[in-house]
């Protein structure tokens, strides 16, 4: 394995497929090279869980084909036994010889199994290790804390590609850091932050954040100033992030991408230990044996965030299974955008015309010819997705394209962005959006930018009623903002096809526009 990634960008497109694929560029996932990786299966045996993951789909933004996670306690009391929890062991060996029978029932090539730092410290590792290989005939690879920073570090990557600043890792007996930027990882260290680890530190409450501040003080000396966007891997982190979500009663629990702030970290630190443990875990969906961690954790998130000092803090779903992955790609496919290739495989699988996605955003897109980047890459994915969920029952088909795209996996989306997506989605069905279970969401997004989403979605509405031949002149669309002048432009070959269900459509994003609109017909071209 290398020791750094490649620098990444996250618009990146094939040269090669520019001229043919047009703002798209091509597909990677029919290609021979991206399709190996359709189906990748790994293990990570950490202190806490050992997990399956099997990844499926396009192979830059993957599906969970499968996941299962055991919860086996490996590393529990091994700071004074010095060796691995005997109970978590004999757990963890039925689990890896279970993992062996289904990927094998999946016809999966190979497992790749990665231990982490209860594996590591302990005395009778190498004891464990030989025992699963004796039993299943998969050998696992043993980590270091170096190794396991920059894994998680490429799994942030796998979501976030083009992304900078600080990755940490708590698992239960380590914690790790590592800087991202450029699409490189840096600097790396790792500490004995874990909960578990912590757990066994002497002089009660006080002892164990005297220790937790030095450590954090060793770690910054180490990893310099890191005052950008912090993002947080592992499970006792995704815990805080639910009871923070709780905190707020906030609308979207959807943990991928889900955004705090210092002073939110320091509230839901207060809130935690000024809360019931049993019913705060009842509350939020958290495992008893995780619960009993998040205390813990919650000290050491506490004292991060005071140290570091990150502008943001961003929860991160992906690790290091997903920086597993990332490190069998080659560079041309973490260059591309995760959201677009995820949406593109969708469109491919699920669409009753695949292709027509880039023909209907090429027909809306002279309506948001000013529109920031950013949202023009929304409004590829949207037209990617719009025609997905047609096999919903026409009375719900507007709310499932809203639930799928604001619970779905898809990477580099934030949550103001995943409600966008999702509105644009559920107006390619629907004029209305009220009466909906979803209304109090659209409180993420300010007016404007709701709007906005309203008139994507009815653009991709009266933009699908013109399914033609491939390459079939539609004509076109002009539109003035300044004057609020709305001209469509229909080429005689597309008349028949304007019907009055679709002038109605055209009617309705007139509406929402606010502008005045005016329908021609070009000529027929003379022969000969």
Known sequence: MTDQTEPSTALATDSVGKHDWGPF??????????????????????????????????????????????????????????????????????????????????????????????VRDASDGAEFCADVLRETGLRIWVIDGREEARLSAQGVLLGWPGAYGLVCDIGGSSMELAEISGGRVGRRETSQLGPLKLVDVKGGKKGRRDHIAAVMDQLQEAMGIQRDRLFLVGGSWRAIARIDMYRRNYPLHVLHEYRMTPAGVAKTVNFIAESDPEDLRNKCGISAQRMGLVPLAAEVLSRLVRTFKPKDIAVSSYGIREGLLYEQMPQRLRDRDPLIEACRF?????????????????????????????????IKAACLLHDVSWRAHPDYRAEVCFDNATRANLGGLKHSERIFLGLALLHRYSNKREGTPFENLYDVLDEKTCLDAEI?????????????????????????????????????????????????????????????????TRRRTPRG
Request: proline share 6%; glycine share 8%.
């Open 346 to 378: 969708a469109e491919a699988k699920d669409s009753r015309l695949p292709g027509f996605g880039r023909t209907l955003y090429e027909f809306i897109m002279p309506l948001f010819k000013s529109a920031p980047v950013q949202r023009k890459r929304l």
């Open 456 to 520: 994507l979605g009815k653009a991709m509405r009266f933009g699908a009623m013109f399914w033609m031949q491939k390459d079939a002149d539609r004509g076109e669309f002009r539109w003035y903002p300044k004057k609020k002048q709305l001209e469509l432009h229909l080429s005689p070959a597309v008349l028949p096809l304007y019907g009055e269900v679709a002038e109605a459509r055209l009617e309705s994003l007139a509406s929402s526009m606010g502008a005045d609109l005016t329908v021609k």
């Open 25 to 118: 560029g091509r597909p990677l996932f029919q290609d021979p090279g991206a399709r190996a990786l359709s189906r990748v299966g790994v293990v990570d045996i950490g202190s806490n869980s050992v997990r399956l993951v099997v990844f499926d789909g396009a192979a830059r933004s993957p599906a969970y084909f499968y996941n299962e996670k055991i919860m086996c306690a490996l590393g529990a009391g091994l700071s004074e036994s010095g060796t691995l929890n005997p109970a978590g062991r004999k757990r963890a060996l039925a689990a890896l010889i279970r993992f062996k029978h289904l990927a094998d029932g999946m016809d999966l090539p190979e497992l790749t199994l990665v231990a982490t730092a209860a």
